[in-house]
């Protein structure tokens, strides 16, 4: 039993590309490009089709279509809409995003700024899977 699940771990691992970390700060600079320019089918083009995305505040896992209506939320309801003060820091797998999500609620004026810590796992050159780390007090998402 046991040699079969690692001989399974041996194919899967085998089908998985390692990103350079050149690589992934480019997936990074396009992900944080598409965010702030609105771009919907660039953000869809970047995720992987099993993409999942994890907000610490509800513990919801988000599969890619919650995840773009989210994003779509955003270039909807949100005006002025930048990431701000940002910080990339490439890791084995992945990045990690020190930010300020900062924009204007169409709806009231309002003004939202967010500070997030976000943790990007990244697989064959597309994201796979995104943790935020943000207070929801600040501005969050509303559930999709």
Not at 42 to 70: C, F, K, M, P, T
Not at 77 to 92: G, V
């Amino acid at each position: 039993m046991h040699t079969r699940i690692m001989q399974r771990l041996a194919v899967c691992m085998s089908m998985t590309s390692v990103m350079s970390k050149d690589e992934i700060m480019e997936l990074a600079s396009e992900l944080r490009r598409a965010f702030q320019e609105r771009d919907i089918n660039a953000i869809r083009n970047l995720y992987g089709e099993d993409v999942v995305v994890w907000h610490n505040y509800d513990q919801i896992e988000r599969d890619r279509e919650q995840s773009l209506q989210s994003a779509q939320w955003v270039v909807e309801e949100m005006a002025e809409f930048n990431i701000d003060d940002c910080e990339i820091f490439p890791i084995e797998g992945g990045y990690i995003q020190q930010c300020v999500f900062r924009g204007v609620y169409k709806s009231t004026g309002k003004k939202m700024e967010t500070h997030a810590m976000i943790r990007i796992h990244c697989e064959n050159g597309k994201v796979s899977r995104i943790e935020d780390y943000s207070d929801p007090a600040q501005g969050a998402v509303p559930d999709i």
